[in-house]
């Protein structure tokens, strides 16, 4: 069973910055993409951003793209977003999930673990 625990969320004013992280569980971290996910109040759950085992390949939503940067420290089995010029609409809990392989994917389904999130609110 693979653990993971979200942390660094909270409120912050439009304009400001929120590092969030992730640490897993296990002994294989490095085998694994991470993504990162969010879900606002009565929407369903998007996509931000994933990052592939060995941290080479990363890959964005649209609206975070510029803003939000994904990475890992594999010997510390961690991931995380670094998230800068936050909107209102960044609004909802992050989540962060181990995907199924080594290559990052922009669904849920290809994510076999999830962490329980953490809230991430943006004031204007």
């Known amino acids: 069973q693979v653990h993971l625990v979200e942390s660094g969320g909270g409120l912050v004013h439009a304009g400001g910055s929120l590092r969030l992280s992730c640490a897993a569980s296990?002994?294989?971290?490095?085998?694994?993409?991470m993504g990162w996910f969010r879900q606002a109040p009565g929407k369903e759950r998007e996509f931000v951003a994933h990052i592939s085992g060995s941290g080479i390949s990363t890959y964005y939503t649209d609206s975070v793209k510029g803003r939000f940067t994904i990475s890992r420290d594999n010997a510390k089995n961690t991931v995380y977003l670094q998230m800068n010029s936050l909107k209102p609409e960044d609004t909802a809990v992050y989540y962060c999930?181990?995907?199924?392989?080594?290559?990052?994917?922009?669904?849920?389904?290809?994510?076999?673990?999830w962490g329980q999130g953490t809230q991430v609110t943006v004031s204007s």
């Open positions: 999930a181990r995907s199924i392989g080594p290559s990052g994917r922009s669904t849920p389904g290809g994510y076999a673990y």
């Open positions: 296990g002994r294989t971290f490095s085998q694994y993409a």
